[in-house]
T-cell receptor, first 114, second 119 residues
Framework: GENVEQHPSTLSVQEGDSAVIKCTYSDSASNYFPWYKQELGKRPQLIID?????GEKKDQRIAVTLNKTAKHFSLHITETQPEDSAVYFCAASIEANAGNMLTFGGGTRLMVKP | GAGVSQSPSNKVTEKGKDVELRCDPI?????LYWYRQSLGQGLEFLIY????????KSGLPSDRFSAERTGGSVSTLTIQRTQQEDSAVYLC?????????????????FGAGTRLSVL
C-alpha cells in the first residue's frame, strides 16, 4: 500500500518568511495530492491540491510542486502570517470515480512568530 | 449547505464498554470515510463506503471495530470492548464521487470529529 513521509515535523519561521514542507510517496499509481490545514481543535480543511498531470499549482501565497519521477511533492507558503500557524498534512490518493482513501503524512506543525 | 456533522463531539467511556460514533455526510455525497487521529499524530484510514458497494475495511485495526452506513447516508462507527489505546479523535469525511462532478468530486470534506477518551 501507499506510504507517505512528511518533513519536517515542526517548523518555526518568522512572520514574512517562507515555509516549505516536503512529502514523499511510495505508490507510483497515486495521482492526487491534497494538502490539509488543521488549526488547534478544529477539523482538517483542504487548502490546495495537485494532480499528477501538472507540476505546479499556485493559489495566492500558497503553491504546491510535484515531481512524479522522484515521487515527492512540496507545499510552499510565502509571506507567512501568524494565522498560518497550524498543523499541515499532505496526502496521496488514486483518483477514481469510485473514490479512494487518502494516505496522510505525519503532519508538520508550523509556527509563525510575529 | 451544512457540512459533515459528527456526534457526539466528546465521548468518555470506561475500558471494556462499547461506543457508537455517528457521522452525517454532506447531502449528495456518495463516499464516506472514517479516519482516526491519535494525539499529535497524523490521520489513519479506517474504513470507506462508496454508494452501495461493499466497504473497504482494510484500515480497521481489529475486529472490535465495525462500521455501517444506512441508506447510503448516515454512518455509525462502533468500537466494542474499548481499550485505552482506542483513545483518539475519530474523523469522518465525505466526497461527492461518481462519474460526473469534474475534478472537485474527489475532495474530501471533514467533520469536526469525536474525541474518544477511554479510562
Amino acid at each position: 500500500g501507499e506510504n507517505v513521509e512528511q518533513h519536517p515535523s515542526t517548523l518555526s519561521v518568522q512572520e514574512g518568511d517562507s515555509a516549505v514542507i516536503k512529502c514523499t510517496y511510495s505508490d507510483s499509481a497515486s495521482n492526487y495530492f491534497p494538502w490539509y490545514k488543521q488549526e488547534l481543535g478544529k477539523r482538517p480543511q483542504l487548502i490546495i491540491d495537485i494532480r499528477s498531470n501538472v507540476g505546479e499549482k499556485k493559489d495566492q501565497r500558497i503553491a504546491v510542486t510535484l515531481n512524479k519521477t522522484a515521487k515527492h511533492f512540496s507545499l510552499h507558503i510565502t509571506e507567512t502570517q501568524p494565522e498560518d500557524s497550524a498543523v499541515y498534512f499532505c496526502a496521496a490518493s488514486i483518483e477514481a470515480n469510485a473514490g479512494n482513501m487518502l494516505t496522510f503524512g505525519g503532519g508538520t506543525r508550523l509556527m509563525v512568530k510575529p | 449547505g451544512a457540512g459533515v456533522s459528527q456526534s457526539p463531539s466528546n465521548k468518555v467511556t470506561e475500558k471494556g464498554k462499547d461506543v457508537e460514533l455517528r457521522c452525517d455526510p454532506i447531502s449528495g455525497h456518495t463516499a464516506l470515510y472514517w479516519y482516526r487521529q491519535s494525539l499529535g499524530q497524523g490521520l489513519e484510514f479506517l474504513i470507506y463506503f462508496q454508494g452501495n458497494s461493499a466497504p473497504d475495511k482494510s484500515g480497521l485495526p481489529s475486529d472490535r471495530f465495525s462500521a455501517e452506513r444506512t441508506g447510503g447516508s448516515v454512518s455509525t462507527l462502533t468500537i466494542q470492548r474499548t481499550q485505552q489505546e482506542d483513545s483518539a479523535v475519530y474523523l469522518c469525511a465525505s466526497s461527492r464521487q461518481g462519474a460526473q462532478g469534474g475534478l472537485a468530486k474527489n475532495i474530501q470534506y471533514f467533520g469536526a470529529g469525536t474525541r474518544l477518551s477511554v479510562l
